[in-house]
């Protein structure tokens, strides 16, 4: 009787262990990327990095435009169409210019972080892709002058 309770007991923890693993296999493929790294220039460095979705669809670019290693340019797609552009020119890990298009491509809004402290302090607002408002926070103190 002990036996087949320790049987029971193994045979259930084998199944629980086996749907865990099987659980974290379909998760992990789910969600996975494929990068595609290029060298546009032929200097043996990579300045693209091209990221797909499970489907083989194009997800996000990553340029580095100078060749110094940093990735300074991140374009976001869905359905073929960019939805952000980020660019980080001081390398401080925060982008200095974000760029938000709406859903056919244009553009929707530019934010500037002019003096690079990790703060937007200029923004540009647009219309099926027409500039329509400019704000400017010109003493830096958060809020639109």
């Known amino acids: 009787m002990v036996r087949k309770q320790k049987t029971k007991w193994l045979l259930r923890q084998v199944f629980i262990l ?10 992990a493929t789910a969600s996975a ?8 220039d032929n200097d043996k ?38 939805l952000r552009y980020e660019q980080d020119k001081n390398q401080d890990g ?10 056919k491509g244009k553009r929707k809004k530019l934010s500037i ?5 990790g703060k ?7 219309t099926k892709g027409r500039l329509v408002r400019m704000e400017t926070d010109s003493n ?5 002058d």
Request: hydrophobic residues 40%; aromatic residues 18%.
């Open 18 to 27: 086996f749907a865990f693993v099987w659980c974290f296999i379909f998760i």
């Open 45 to 82: 460095i990579t300045d693209q990095r091209l990221f797909y979705d499970k489907h083989n669809r194009l997800i996000r670019i990553e340029l580095d435009s100078d060749q110094n290693g940093h990735f300074e340019t991140v374009q976001y797609y869905k359905n073929a169409l960019m």
């Open 113 to 117: 972080d002019t003096n690079v402290d």
């Open 94 to 103: 925060q982008p200095d210019t974000l760029i938000y298009f709406n859903d």
């Open 120 to 126: 937007m302090d200029q923004w540009q607002f647009y």
């Open 33 to 40: 990327e494929k990068v595609i790294e290029q060298d546009t």
């Open 140 to 144: 830096m103190n958060g809020s639109v």
